[in-house]
């Protein structure tokens, strides 16, 4: 494959990325990785509200497989705790524990620091046409 594929290069820094990301976050949340810590940032700011499993699957554009996993670890490791629904017991509400939160806190700090990192050296301007680009090829694959 030719690594001058957009795809390819995407990759590539998609790794990169979570391999810094779980970097720092490990440093600070020994148990807790960078998409963990995003689930944790996403439940913070969408707490007024139901939060369920196929919300974390839309939102972060995962398998369910993969966030039934994160979840499992997460409530392992007191992050959340996930409730049966009345209505239908084979759903579970997500609920952020007070661990969570405290970790959320701490995780916010990092994830700033790298994201001032990430986008050094780049103009605004830069920036905006490449959130559009971005948004372009979701867009295109989905």
Request: glycine share 2%; proline share 1%; hydrophobic share 35%.
């Amino acid at each position: 494959m030719p690594t001058d594929h957009i795809g390819f290069q995407i990759r590539t820094l998609s790794n990169l990325i979570s391999r810094k990301i779980n970097q720092m976050v490990s440093e600070e949340e020994e148990t807790l990785t960078a998409h963990q810590s995003w689930v944790l940032d996403y439940m913070t700011k969408y707490a007024h509200q139901d939060i369920m499993q196929r919300d974390i699957e839309k939102n972060f554009s995962i398998r369910r497989s993969t966030a039934s996993h994160m979840l499992q670890l997460m409530e392992k490791n007191g992050y959340i705790r996930r409730i049966s629904v009345p209505d239908d017991a084979r759903m579970k509400k997500l609920i952020i524990t007070e661990k969570g939160i405290e970790a959320q806190k701490r995780m916010k700090d990092r994830l700033c620091r790298f994201e001032e990192l990430f986008q050094s050296n780049i103009t605004s301007e830069n920036l905006q046409h490449l959130r559009k680009l971005l948004r372009q090829l979701e867009e295109n694959i989905r």
